[in-house]
């Protein structure tokens, strides 16, 4: 029908006339209650954002020469950040003469995956990358 015609029909209802396709040769359309429409749409998207889950990223900061007992403190709150159902991202940073010892950093970051091991999984592996030594861990996933 002709727009004129579709038009008078959507006032006749009392709703809208909507173009679902209106690069279509003739254009497509609709007539419906477009405020409804969009009140309903928000309404899905609103549910949907609060179902998700946003997942941060934490820093944990190790040092080269760190004690056990600090050590074992960064191990516990990254162990808290897991548990959150966050990522950890462990990292060293390098100083001086200490770069001419990448060994003992991965040394440390093995140490510390090994005593998170039971909440978490390695996504990236010890990587060296300028002063910074960088290690990703992920929480495993919740046993049903």
Known sequence: MSAKQALDAAVYRNLDLV????QAQPP??????????????????????????????KEV???????THD???KANHARRFLQAGNKVKVSIRFRGREMAHPERGIEIMQRFAEM???LATVEKEAKLEGRN????????????
């Open 61 to 67: 900061q190790l040092s080269l020469n760190i004690d």
């Open 133 to 144: 030594m960088l290690m990703f861990l992920a929480a495993k996933p919740a046993k049903k």
């Open 71 to 73: 050590f074992e403190t």
């Open 19 to 22: 173009k679902i396709a209106p």
């Open 28 to 57: 497509v359309c609709k007539i419906m209650d477009y405020g409804k429409y969009r009140f309903e749409q928000q309404k899905r998207e609103k549910e949907a954002r609060k179902n998700q889950k946003i997942i941060e990223i």
């Open 116 to 118: 998170c091991a039971e």
